[in-house]
């Protein structure tokens, strides 16, 4: 069935630093994939989303591109900020369907 | 457009009763997905109605069910409550057209089973 692995956290980052969050995935066909937010106390928040092969989902800084070669979806940011510490899910859903599996979360922390 | 609401926020029972959360989503939206959220499991996927009719269902026993009403409000119940039921319960909804893969998360109930 479908799998979705992210590295495992916390990742402890300075502010300013460069963010890049792994996420590789198994899935047959073409899935879209995703990437989701959690803030402590709260529900998700669609980050960002990519729906076919060498698409670049962007927001708020954060830029993932979805590569069929590596089945890869690589959350990076060049600036993280203090508020930018959540839990990051990376996330797919098979074509056609809006049913999510998601990989296990990494939570960031970044220190002023 | 307000958000997902879900209801009850918190909730504390006892093993072996049963608990009905409930779900309203975006106002235009009729897909409705339920997910469970926990710290050993992660998120998974519970079940998905859309206009009143299961789409896809998760492995999970019989004892978590739901079901969807005319104006796409949603309920999930769990029957005789275990320990391991213990969790986040989140509900999303979906629109239709070209953005409907995209789900938008409630903040959830959790469910404490004591």
């Known amino acids: 069935g479908d799998s979705v692995t992210q590295m495992e956290g916390p990742v402890t980052l300075s502010e300013e630093a460069f963010l890049t969050i792994n996420c590789t995935y198994t899935?047959?066909?073409?899935?879209?994939l995703f990437w989701y937010v959690q803030y402590p106390g709260e529900g998700l928040q669609l980050l960002l989303k990519?729906?076919?092969?060498?698409d670049k989902g962007s927001n708020k800084g954060f830029e993932a591109t979805y590569r069929k070669e590596t089945t890869s979806f690589h959350l990076e940011k060049g600036s993280v900020q203090v508020s930018d510490s959540a839990v990051y899910f990376c996330a797919l859903s098979p074509g056609g369907y809006s049913t999510l599996t998601f990989g296990k979360g990494t939570m960031l922390l970044v220190s002023p | 457009k307000a958000g997902v609401t879900q209801t009850p926020r918190y909730l504390i029972k006892t093993r072996g009763q049963q608990v009905t959360l409930s779900c309203s989503p975006i106002?235009?939206?009729?897909?409705v997905s339920w997910y469970q959220q926990t710290p050993g499991q992660g998120l998974q996927f519970l079940f998905e109605?859309?206009?009143?009719?299961?789409?896809n269902k998760g492995n999970f026993p019989g004892r978590f069910s739901g079901r969807q009403f005319s104006n796409s409000r949603s309920e999930m119940n769990v029957s005789t409550l275990e320990l391991g039921d213990s969790a986040l319960y989140l509900c999303a909804s979906s629109p239709i057209g070209d953005s409907y893969n995209e789900q938008f998360f409630g903040p959830g109930t959790r469910l404490t089973v004591l």
């Open positions: 106002s235009g939206h009729r897909s």
């Open positions: 990519a729906t076919k092969a060498d």
């Open positions: 109605y859309f206009s009143e009719t299961q789409r």
């Open positions: 899935a047959t066909g073409y899935p879209s």
